[in-house]
């Protein structure tokens, strides 16, 4: 079995920064693809960053410029640093990876989510 496990999220300021985190554990062959979605209430899930196992990146525009994602495959562990918060990125924050286990083929996985909350 595969599982990603989020940390990080909280309250925050708008202007302020959180670092949110996802390991994956489990039988783990191999991971591709590792990022980040979000959820605002009312809304649809939205891609936030996503980094390939060779570190190359993608960002949602709303967040380009303000948010990193990065890696250690070692730990097999995806960050988001999130700098400069907006109220608008207030939602939950799901993981998810492609990850290659010893019981099927590369699958899709995804973390419970984690609360992001910005003031104004």
């Known amino acids: 079995q595969v599982q990603l496990v989020e940390s990080g999220g909280g309250l925050v300021q708008a202007g302020g920064s959180l670092r949110l985190s996802c390991a994956a554990s489990g039988s783990i062959l191999s991971i591709n693809a590792m990022g980040w979605h979000r959820q605002a209430p009312g809304k649809q899930r939205e891609l936030v960053a996503w980094i390939t196992s060779g570190g190359s990146t993608n960002y949602a525009v709303s967040v380009k410029g303000r948010f990193t994602v990065s890696r250690d495959n070692a730990k097999n562990t995806v960050y988001l640093q999130m700098n400069s918060l907006k109220p608008e990125d207030t939602a939950i924050y799901y993981c998810?990876?492609?990850?290659?286990?010893?019981?099927?083929?590369?699958?899709?996985?995804w973390g419970q989510g984690t609360q992001v909350t910005v003031s104004s």
């Open positions: 998810n990876a492609d990850i290659a286990s010893g019981a099927a083929s590369v699958t899709d996985y």
